[in-house]
Structures are given as C-alpha cells and as structure tokens.
Nanobody, 122 residues
Framework: QLQASGGGSVQAGGSLRLSCAAS????????MGWFRQAPGKEREFVAG????????NYADSVKGRFTISRDNAKNTVSLQMNSLKPEDTAVYYC?????????????????WGQGTLVTVSS
C-alpha cells in the first residue's frame, strides 16, 4: 500500500514536498516514481528513482525544479518541488515500479497511491 501526502495550495514560485509511505510489502528492491494528472489531461511521468537511489530521471518540464529521493530504511519516497508553476497543478501519484530501475512508462508501475492534489496559483 502506498500513501501519498504533502499536497496543498501554493503561489507560483513556491515550494512543496510530497511524501509517499509504503507499507505491507518490501519496496526497497524496486524503482519508485511520481506521476501527475491535470484536469482533462492524461497521467504523465514526473520523476523516477532506482531501487537504491543512485539513478534518477525527470520529465523535461520539471528538470532543475523537482528532486526525487528515497529512504529505504523508512520505506518512503519524496518529491521536493521548487519554483512551482501554475502548470504544475495536478493530482500527484506515487507508484512502485516492477523493476529495479525507473522508467517513464506508467505501464511499468504496478502499485499506485491514492494521489495528493497540488494547486499552484499565479
């Protein structure tokens, strides 16, 4: 089970930190990712991190602004979001990958959290 938290409302240029707590099974051997879905749009990849945290990848739209990290001892994964823009407004989902290294395809993630809403106002 994945439980995402940390969403909220912020003005453009602000920051938020999303957290995802995993329970019920071991996630430390698998990649983790964050996706988002804006109203009327398809779910899109935001960031991914490999099982040990040594490899990360990001969508071009968030590179340099967002940072993904994980703490396997605590079974958590986080997404630090800085310099937020109105176009970052979406429901953000954390997900467990089905392999050790993160991919951008949602089809390669087999467990999903419930989502947390991020709203960025201009």
């Amino acid at each position: 089970q994945l439980q995402a938290s940390g969403g909220g409302s912020v003005q453009a240029g602000g920051s938020l930190r999303l957290s995802c707590a995993a329970s019920g099974r071991t996630f430390s051997s698998y990649a983790m990712g964050w996706f988002r879905q804006a109203p009327g749009k398809e779910r899109e990849f935001v960031a991914g991190i490999s099982w040990g945290g040594s490899s990360t990848n990001y969508a071009d739209s968030v590179k340099g602004r967002f940072t993904i990290s994980r703490d396997n001892a605590k079974n958590t994964v986080s997404l630090q979001m800085n310099s937020l823009k109105p176009e970052d407004t979406a429901v953000y989902y954390c997900a467990k990958g089905d392999r050790a290294f993160a991919t951008t395809s949602a089809a390669r993630y087999d467990y999903w959290g419930q989502g947390t809403l991020v709203t960025v106002s201009s």
